[in-house]
C-alpha cells in the first residue's frame, strides 16, 4: 500500500458515510451540471473542514505524509516560478536572520566566518582591481608636472610610484565638530559642527570630556604632568585634544587622526591662544563677552570639507615644493653673488693698487676678475710698463690665473701724453726733499736740470724717463748734493769799501755756490746780507759802517744779476756773540745768509 | 546665555545624584559615574524673566577620604553645593571639610549647603539644631537648605539660590 492509499484510507476511514454522501451529491452534481466550476465551488468548503478536521485529530501522521511530498513540492515551484518564492520568502527570511542573530549570535558568526573571509577577500580584490586601473590610468595619463613631481618623490623616497599614487587616492579625514573648551571649567566656549552633524548638547560633551580628560590625566600621569589626553577613539571616530594653558581643542573626525591635521588643530589653537587668551582664561561662561564670530571663523577652518582640506593640502605640497624650489634658487643665487661679490672685491682692490701708481692711470687698463681667472686688457705703450703692470697684479691673484690680453702699442706718444708722463715722474721724485729737478721737452728729447741730493734717486728718475716711449734723447743737467754755502767778508778798521777783491770774492761765491741756480730752483730760499762792526768806539760809527759794508755789498750782488726781490740786508753795530774772538777783525764784516722766507 | 559651572560635593551616599535626578533637564548615563568620578548634567534656570542662565553641574562622586577627590574636577566651577545626609551625623560634621576643599581651590566662589533626606527626618528639632549648628560653624556658604530628592522639597530653591549667589 502506497502513501496515498494510505491517506485515503485514513481519509475515509471515519467519514466513509460522509465520502458516500459526497458520492452521492457528486453523482447529483454531476447529472444536475457538467460544469466543473460548479463542482467544485460546492466541494470546496467541504474540503477544507475535512482537512482541518483530519490535520486536528492525527497532525503527527499527517505531518509524516506530507513531509517527503513537500521538499519535492517546493523544488518543482522553485523550478517553476522562483521569482513568486522569492517575495513571499524574503519578509520571513530577514525576521528569521534577525531573529537567529539575536539568538545564536556566536553560531552565526562561526558560519558565517570562512564565507565572509572569502567575500571579504572577493570584495577586496575586486576593489583593488579597480583601484589598480584607476592607478594605471593616472601614470598613463599625459606628461604633467603633478606626474613629474610624483615621479622625483618617488626616486628620492625609494617607494613605487604606485604607493605614492595610493596614499593620494586614500580618502582624507572628515572634520566633523571642533569643541573650543575652557580647560579648567569645563565650559564651551564654541562649538561648530559641519551641516548635517551638529552636535548634540555640546555644552555637555564639553563638560564631559574635561572630566575625562582630568580623570585620565589625574589617573594616567599622576607622577608627570606633561603628559596629555590626546585621543580617543571609538570605531571609525577620533576625538582629536590639543590642549594649551587655559583652554584646549577637542575635534571630532571620522577616520583617524593625521599629522597634517594635528598640524592644522595645533596652529588654529596656537592662533586662538595667541589672540585671545586673556579673554579665554577670563570665561566666566559668558559668550557675549567674546570675539565669538572671529574665533568662529577660525574653528571653521578646521571643518573646511574633504575636497577644500585636500585642495588646501595639495596647496600646502605645492607650497612645499615651492619652498624647496625657493630655497635652491636662493642659495644659488647667494653663491651667485658671493662669487661676484668677492669677485668684485678683489677686482676693486687690484683696480686702487694700479691706482697707486700713476703710470698705470694714464692708461685704459680693464681689469675683469672672474672665478677662475683675472684678466687684463688694454694698451700699453712699452714692455717696461706692462711687466711692471704684471709683477704689480701677481699678488692679488692667489688660485686664479692671470690672463694677460694686454696689448703693446709702439705708437708715438703725443706731446701731452710725454709731458704727463714726465710731470708724474718728476713730481714723484721731487716729492723728496732737497731734490729740486725741471724738465723741458724739446721735441723727443728731454732736458732735466736741477739738483738732486743722491745719485740712486736721479738713477730711478732716468730709468723712468728713459722707459718712456716716445723719448729719444735725455740731456741732464742735474747737479748732486747743494749745499747752500753762505759766504763772510771781513773788513780792516773803519772800512767800508767793497775793493776789487771783495769783488772777486763775491763772484767766485755767486759761481761757486751755484747762487743764481739756488735762487731758481728753492723759490722759498733768499738771500740775506748782514753788516756788522767789532762795537768799539762810537755807536754811530759802529752803525755807519755795519750799514755801509751790508749796503754795498747788497748793491754789488744786484749788480751781479740776483733779484731785488730775493735780497735784503740788516746791518748791526756789534757782532754777534758767536762771532767774538781774540782776533778783533772778525767783529768787522759781512754775513751773506741764506734765509728761508715765510711766504 | 551664560553658562556657570556647578559642582557638587559631599559624602558617599549623601544623595547628590538623586538631587541632580530629580532638578536636571539632561544628565549622562550614571554609568560615567562609577567610571570617572563625576556625572555631568544641565540645567537652565529662569532667573527673571529675562535673565536665563545654564548650570553645568559636575555631580563629584563622595568619597569617605576627602583628599581623593580630583582637584580638576573642582576647579574652574562657579558654584559649589555641599550635600549632607540629615540623617547620618558623620555626614554632617564633614560638610566644613568639603567647603574647606573647595574654599581652598576656588576663591570667592559662593557655596550652599543641602541638608539632604529631609523626608525621613521624623523630628523637626533634630533638623533645626543640625541648621543651627551649621550656621555656626561655616564661613562663606550663602543658604542652607532642608531638601528632599524624595519629594523635592527645596531643590529649585536650593539650585536658584546658588545660581543668584553666581550671579551677583
Redesign the interface.
Known sequence: MNDYEKLKQLLFEEERHKIDELELLLKKSIEESTDATTIVEKISPLLSDIFSKTIEQNKAEFIAIFAPLISDMLQSTIQDSSDKIAKVMSPIISLAIKDQVKNEKDDIVDALYPVIGNMISKFVSQSFKEMINEINTKVQSTFSYETLKRKMIAKIKGVSETELLLQSSTKLNKVESVFLI???????VSERSLENHESI?P??VA??LS??R??V??WISKNSDSLELNEIEFGNYTIYLEVAGCCYLAVVLSGTSNRALQNKITSVLEFLVKKYSDAIANF????SKLDLDEINKHLDTLLENESEVSAAQKEKQNYTFFWILGVLVFAALSVYFYISYSNQTLQEKIERSLHENPHFNLYDISIDVGYKSVVIAGKLPYESLHQNLLQSIKPFLTRRILEDKIVLAYAPLTVEEINKELAIAFAMLNIDDGNRIRYKLNGNSVTIHGIIKSKKNYDKVLSKISSIEGIRQIISDVEYDFSQNGLKIYYGVSKSKLTQEKMNLLDLWIKSSKVRKTLELYNDLNLLVMGFSDGRGALQKNIYYAQERAKKVYKYLIKKGIPSSRISFIASPTPLAEMVNEKSYEGRLVQIKWIKNDN | ?????VILIGDFATGKTSLIRRYVD???SDD?LTT???K???KHVQISQELEL?L?I?DIEGRTDLKET?P??V????GVIIVGDSTRQASIDNIPLHLKLAQKLLKNVPAVVALNKVDLLTEDVQMKSIVSYLHDSLEGVEEIFETSAKDGRNVEELFLSLSKAILK
Open positions: 575652557h580647560k579648567e571649567s569645563g565650559l564651551l548638547e555644552e555637555m563638560s564631559m572630566a575625562i582630568s580623570f590625566n589625574d566666566e561662561g559668558d559668550k | 546665555m551664560i553658562t556657570k559651572k539632561n544628565q549622562f560615567y570617572i568620578g563625576v555631568i548634567s544641565k545654564q553645568m559636575w580630583n580638576a574636577y576647579l574652574g566651577a562657579h
